[in-house]
């Protein structure tokens, strides 16, 4: 292994070999090459500490970075074939990813434009993760639309899984190189300009303290050299930013930073070169050295929303075992997971992901679905459970049968729903948006102003008065203030099991003041449970239980989940109805379980003992027993109307069931209205009605609410079976967890009061910054801080989004 | 300008060299410490690599522990520099106190290597390696020392940090000439732990940052700008050395005058 290593290359610290005087020295029995002593020296230390392993590790790892260095412009029209869909109804959809997305401001022009053409019908770009979604008419190609975007000078990249990542990873590092030479160029400019400050010019009251006037020019030309870099290499991300802009007619958010940082490299040098009065290199430097720390700072945040997102995509594997019937045998055989067809039989082995969304067919094991529900800890699946693809099989081997094809897996619809709702921006990001464009143009004049207002003042400093205006007015935090915190807000939801399909949601979950539920399989957990059994002759209510429950185990059907009961008796010949009936032998009598016209035709007429709740009737050639079964309330349903109610919200409950089941559960809730025994067209009316003097949240998890939770203002889903309901709704959440309803709404709040406090805290920024700046009482360092401390703090005070709290 | 200042300054300029060597040892010495002591060397090594990995994917940096090790290396690296600042302020001191001649001798000296030290980081000259070979025979007896450290223990991590502070770097020489040249033992020990400081963000930062700037490091345009910087810093202390002289020299010269009646 170590003999590996590059020969021109220092075996320590891997930097490229001088051409002379290579040092080696035996490493492990080897002799190794380095660049210096001190790398000998650091080889052998780690060696002598018994880590010398440290290397090959780190060759290994260097080894397994990949390498995207495919330049845009290469990239043929061809490729972005795969990243183009033809929808449903005839027209395309185009994703791209656009790695030089930087600001807002980019968003708005990309938006601009491309909308403005003739055929696009639906433009969504989300700044934070870069990608564009296109929606055109067939009549369009997606090659005009391409080179539209390059025209405008971004490099559209076809989106593929993880180019996202790739592409910020590359950006990133480049900011640090960027970042890296400005800080580096910074510091020794700034010394010498501190070092002419304290010196003063050589006068005549301080020939001996003053400074040279050599010295002073030897440090000018020294400065110069040393702020090339900064200027033209750290902080052309700037001038790139600001000249594109320009070249359509807007004034971009780089605009003012970049006329300001030229402006004060360009007098710098007329001034060294007529030896005028002053220089402001440092002020150059600094200004793009912290500018750059805000953008680093943004560029990190968004590549955590980027994790988060591969981490959806790496829970699918690649490949599946499928499991075929061949001559009575079974035959195994691996296909890819995108090849995966309704009714396929996989093999999942334990300790791996479950490749489909599928019913155990054989097996029992506990299955974490961690990704959905935010819960770790696994629960049994046994055959008939229903499983999700990119959930982990623990235990033992499971065989399942897939429901559905590869791309309608759950998961799937997850990653796409929340692409969507995080390219959405909210109002307010919009309107900022709009502003900033005056506001840029207002900072310019204002700046302008000041530097004249200062000139015929006579202030010698009037050329930095005018830069410390134009950079600390500068509208940055501004435009991240909301589309940050409604990002991170998505993410942070999503994690907790609840998925948003839009990105508006937040905005009107704030404003709730009414929470309306379904009953069946909101409220209550939809499974019926034995709460009575009343013998009608001579067997006993165990001996009747018993049998229900031989009979029952052979059903699927909701009820049967409600008889529980140990029995070791067989049925023979058992045969299902339609309604969950069940017939079946069982030591040579013949008993029937179900509804009275099922169990005994004879006493088809006979009424259960009340007309509350859900009776069955077991009978041989004569009825034998009642039994009463009641669907259970979730357990924390009450918790959860009571805190809604300590909140100040309305609830009522709309049941389609027309027992008096809902009454029951209402008082023992104490739900304020309720309403029983509708259809779904009253339950859109009761919601309409509702909504005319309040804003109304609908929960609800089957077909027949979908219609309510359309004309509701926001509506949740909850566990629903059905894709319908999940397209219908605003939020899904995945958990059949109902504590975090409350939690969301109070998050909704929380993620509206963060929005605020950074729109107000950007505003404050700028308001109470230009002032001082226009009196001269800010210095130009602290102008290019402060801006950028405004933009990590609009930042980091988004980022406490991110744990939803309790 | 203030000598920690400089020797603040040099810390950082020194950077490009320093995270490609110190950034490795920090990464090898915390990978080290990370090992369970029971567990065998080979396999569970492979193990927290790749552990460390994943970590730094998901939050871009270590685990508490991990920095807390880095906290003891540095602490340890800075103990034994600011013991070589020590022992050369008292040797000038002890200088000094034949007069000022001495004192004007090793500033100049002093600058000297720095500029010397900036044409090595950025790779035009090499003599500072001379200077590195000649220094590096010290070295050898504290290489024996390290055979026997247990990683895992907290004093010994300490022990481990003090070894590394004591490698043969140029840069480190360089800084010690500017000790040298401040004649007063607490200034020279302070100069070098202010040095340590400046170096402190590439150690500690390393977890994160060496596969960063991994290929970045070796960028000669970066090499050379640090180089100039610190050549210039060179040229400023030997000018505001030259500046001085002339008064001070002059001063120096009467008090002794006054001194000797």
């Given amino acids: 292994m170590l003999d590996s290593v590059h020969m021109s290359h220092c075996f320590h610290c891997q930097s490229a070999m001088p051409t002379a005087q290579a040092v080696t020295a035996p490493i492990a029995g080897n002799e190794a090459l380095f660049c210096c002593h001190g790398c000998a020296g650091a080889a052998q230390l780690i060696n002598n500490m018994g880590l010398k392993s440290f290397y090959e590790y780190r060759e290994k790892c260097q080894s397994e970075i990949p390498n995207p260095h495919t330049d845009s412009t290469e990239i043929k029209?061809?490729?972005?074939?795969?990243?183009?869909?033809?929808?449903?109804?005839?027209?395309?959809?185009?994703?791209?990813?656009?790695?030089?997305?930087?600001?807002?401001?980019?968003?708005?022009?990309?938006?601009?434009?491309?909308?403005?053409?003739?055929?696009?019908?639906?433009?969504?770009i989300s700044f934070a993760k870069r990608r564009v979604r296109l929606?055109?008419?067939?009549?369009?190609?997606?090659?005009?639309?391409?080179?539209?975007?390059?025209?405008?000078?971004?490099?559209?990249?076809?989106?593929?899984?993880?180019?996202?990542?790739?592409?910020?990873?590359?950006?990133?590092?480049?900011?640090?190189?960027?970042?890296?030479?400005?800080?580096i160029g910074m510091m020794p400019v700034m010394m010498f300009a501190l070092a002419s400050y304290f010196a003063g010019p050589a006068t005549a009251d301080n020939a001996a303290s003053g400074m040279d006037p050599l010295y002073e020019t030897l440090l000018r030309w020294a400065s110069l050299a040393l702020s090339l870099p900064v200027v033209f290499?750290?902080?052309?991300?700037?001038?790139?930013?600001?000249?594109?802009?320009?070249?359509?007619?807007?004034?971009?958010?780089?605009?003012?930073?970049?006329?300001?940082?030229?402006?004060?490299?360009?007098?710098?040098?007329?001034?060294?070169?007529?030896?005028?009065s002053s220089v402001y290199f440092d002020t150059a430097c600094m200004f793009?050295?912290?500018?750059?720390?805000?953008?680093?700072?943004?560029?990190?945040?968004?590549?955590?929303?980027?994790?988060?997102?591969?981490?959806l995509l790496k829970l699918l594997p690649s490949t599946v075992t499928r499991v075929r019937k061949s001559n009575g045998k079974d035959v195994y055989e691996s296909i890819a997971s995108s090849k995966i067809q309704t009714n396929d039989l996989l093999y999942v082995a334990p300790g791996e992901p479950i490749a489909a969304d599928g019913i155990v067919v054989k097996g029992r094991s506990s299955v974490s679905e961690a990704a959905f529900t935010g819960e770790s800890i696994a629960s049994i699946k046994s055959p008939g459970a229903r499983v999700l693809a990119g959930a982990n099989n623990h235990d033992a081997p499971l065989l399942i049968r897939a429901q559905c094809p590869a791309q309608e897996f759950l998961i799937e619809q997850i990653k796409t729903l929340y692409d969507e709702a995080s390219a959405y921006r909210p109002y307010w990001s919009r309107l900022a948006d709009r502003a900033s464009m005056w506001f840029i143009a207002s900072v310019l004049s204002l700046s302008f102003a000041a530097g004249i207002f200062w000139f015929l003042s006579g202030s010698p400093d009037y050329i930095v008065i005018a830069l410390t205006v134009l950079v600390v007015a500068c509208p940055c935090a501004l435009s991240l203030a909301t589309p940050v915190a409604s990002t991170v807000a998505t993410t942070a939801l999503r994690n907790k099991g609840l998925l948003i399909r839009d990105g508006s949601l937040l905005e009107r979950l704030a404003n709730i003041d009414t929470?309306?539920?379904?009953?069946?399989?909101?409220?209550?957990?939809?499974?019926?449970?034995?709460?009575?059994?009343?013998?009608?002759?001579?067997?006993?209510?165990?001996?009747?239980?018993?049998?229900?429950?031989?009979?029952?185990?052979?059903?699927?059907?909701?009820?049967?989940?409600?008889?529980?009961?140990?029995?070791?008796?067989?049925?023979?010949?058992?045969?299902?109805?339609?309604?969950?009936?069940?017939?079946?032998?069982?030591?040579?009598?013949?008993?029937?379980?179900?509804?009275?016209?099922?169990?005994?035709?004879?006493?088809?007429?006979?009424?259960?003992?009340?007309?509350?709740?859900?009776?069955?009737?077991?009978?041989?050639?004569?009825?034998?027993?009642?039994?009463?079964?009641?669907?259970?309330?979730?357990?924390?349903?009450?918790?959860?109307?009571?805190?809604?109610?300590?909140?100040?919200?309305?609830?009522?409950?709309?049941?389609?069931?027309?027992?008096?089941e809902?009454?029951?559960?209402?008082?023992?809730?104490?739900?304020?209205?309720?309403?029983?025994?509708?259809?779904?067209?009253?339950?859109?009316?009761?919601?309409?009605?509702?909504?005319?003097?309040?804003?109304?949240?609908?929960?609800?998890?089957?077909?027949?609410?979908?219609?309510?939770?359309?004309?509701?203002?926001?509506?949740?889903?909850?566990?629903?079976?059905?894709?319908?309901?999940?397209?219908?709704?605003?939020?899904?959440?995945?958990?059949?967890?109902?504590?975090?309803?409350?939690?969301?709404?109070?998050?909704?709040?929380?993620?509206?009061?963060?929005?605020?406090?950074?729109?107000?805290?950007?505003?404050?920024?700028?308001?109470?910054?230009?002032?001082?700046?226009?009196?001269?009482?800010?210095?130009?360092?602290?102008?290019?801080?402060?801006?950028?401390?405004?933009?990590?703090?609009?930042?980091?005070?988004?980022?406490?989004?991110?744990?939803?709290?309790? | 300008m203030s000598d920690f200042l400089i020797a603040f300054s040099l810390g950082l300029l020194s950077a490009p060299h320093c995270m490609a060597m110190c950034g490795s040892i920090a990464s090898a010495l915390i990978m080290g410490s990370q090992r369970t002591p029971s567990s065998e060397q080979g396999t569970v090594a492979v193990q927290i690599w790749q552990n460390t990995e994943t970590a730094q994917l998901r939050s871009s940096k270590f685990p508490a522990s991990a920095t807390t090790d880095a906290f003891v290396f540095a602490s340890g690296k800075m103990l034994s520099y600011s013991l070589l600042g020590f022992f050369a302020g008292s040797a000038s001191a002890l200088l000094m106190v034949i007069g000022p001649m001495p004192g004007i001798i090793l500033r100049t000296f002093s600058a000297l290597l720095m500029i010397a030290l900036g044409f090595y980081i950025a790779g035009w000259w090499r003599g500072i390696a001379r200077l590195e070979k000649l220094l590096g025979k010290l070295w050898q007896p504290v290489l024996e020392k390290v055979a026997h450290i247990n990683l895992s223990d907290t004093s010994h991590k300490l022990m481990a940090g003090a070894a590394w502070g004591f490698l043969p770097c140029g840069i480190v020489y360089s800084m010690l000439g500017l000790a040298l040249a401040s004649g007063d033992p607490v200034k020279g020990a302070f100069l070098m732990a202010s040095f340590g400081l400046g170096t402190l963000p590439f150690v500690l930062g390393t977890g994160s940052m060496i596969g960063l700037f991994g290929r970045f490091l070796s960028n000669p345009l970066l090499r050379s700008i640090a180089g100039s910087g610190i050549i210039l810093l060179g040229l400023v202390s030997l000018a505001m050395l030259l500046n001085s002289h002339a008064d001070h020299a002059s001063m120096s010269l009467d008090q002794i005058t006054l001194t000797g009646e």
Wanted: hydrophobic fraction near 45%; proline fraction near 4%.
């Fill in chain 1, 662 to 806: 809902g009454e029951r559960i209402a008082n023992s809730l104490q739900v304020d209205e309720i309403y029983i025994g509708l259809t779904p067209e009253d339950k859109i009316a009761h919601i309409r009605r509702l909504g005319v003097d309040a804003s109304v949240l609908m929960i609800g998890d089957g077909v027949n609410d979908a219609g309510a939770m359309a004309a509701a203002s926001c509506s949740v889903a909850i566990a629903p079976r059905d894709l319908v309901v999940q397209q219908c709704a605003d939020a899904t959440l995945l958990t059949p967890d109902l504590s975090l309803i409350p939690m969301t709404l109070n998050f909704a709040k929380r993620c509206q009061r963060v929005i605020r406090q950074n729109i107000t805290w950007a505003l404050c920024y700028n308001l109470t910054a230009i002032p001082f700046a226009l009196l001269g009482l800010l210095p130009p360092w602290l102008a290019a801080l402060g801006m950028s401390a405004s933009s990590v703090l609009v930042v980091l005070n988004a980022n406490r989004l991110r744990w939803m709290g309790d």
């Fill in chain 1, 77 to 124: 029209f061809a490729d972005y074939a795969s990243s183009e869909t033809t929808l449903a109804d005839g027209s395309k959809e185009l994703r791209l990813v656009i790695p030089d997305i930087r600001c807002v401001a980019c968003v708005w022009l990309l938006e601009q434009v491309l909308c403005k053409q003739e055929g696009v019908n639906d433009v969504q």
């Fill in chain 1, 233 to 276: 290499y750290s902080a052309a991300p700037f001038h790139r930013g600001a000249y594109l802009a320009l070249k359509h007619h807007q004034l971009g958010m780089d605009f003012p930073v970049s006329l300001a940082i030229l402006a004060a490299w360009g007098l710098s040098v007329f001034n060294t070169l007529t030896m005028g």
């Fill in chain 1, 515 to 660: 929470v309306v539920f379904d009953k069946t399989g909101t409220l209550t957990q939809a499974r019926l449970q034995l709460i009575d059994v009343q013998p009608l002759a001579d067997l006993s209510a165990d001996q009747c239980l018993i049998i229900a429950s031989t009979l029952e185990q052979y059903s699927q059907h909701p009820i049967a989940q409600a008889f529980t009961a140990a029995t070791d008796l067989m049925a023979g010949n058992v045969s299902l109805s339609q309604e969950g009936g069940i017939s079946g032998v069982i030591e040579g009598i013949e008993y029937r379980i179900g509804k009275p016209t099922f169990a005994s035709q004879a006493h088809a007429t006979l009424t259960p003992p009340t007309r509350e709740g859900h009776w069955v009737m077991l009978a041989s050639t004569r009825p034998l027993a009642w039994f009463k079964l009641q669907d259970a309330v979730r357990l924390e349903a009450g918790t959860l109307i009571s805190t809604l109610r300590s909140n100040g919200l309305k609830t009522a409950i709309l049941s389609g069931d027309a027992s008096s």
């Fill in chain 1, 288 to 311: 793009t050295f912290f500018l750059l720390i805000g953008r680093f700072v943004e560029l990190v945040s968004q590549q955590h929303f980027q994790d988060n997102e591969d981490a």
């Fill in chain 1, 135 to 183: 929606r055109y008419s067939d009549a369009l190609n997606s090659e005009a639309l391409i080179t539209l975007i390059r025209r405008l000078g971004y490099s559209p990249m076809p989106y593929r899984e993880g180019s996202v990542r790739l592409s910020l990873e590359k950006q990133k590092k480049d900011m640090l190189v960027r970042l890296g030479v400005a800080g």
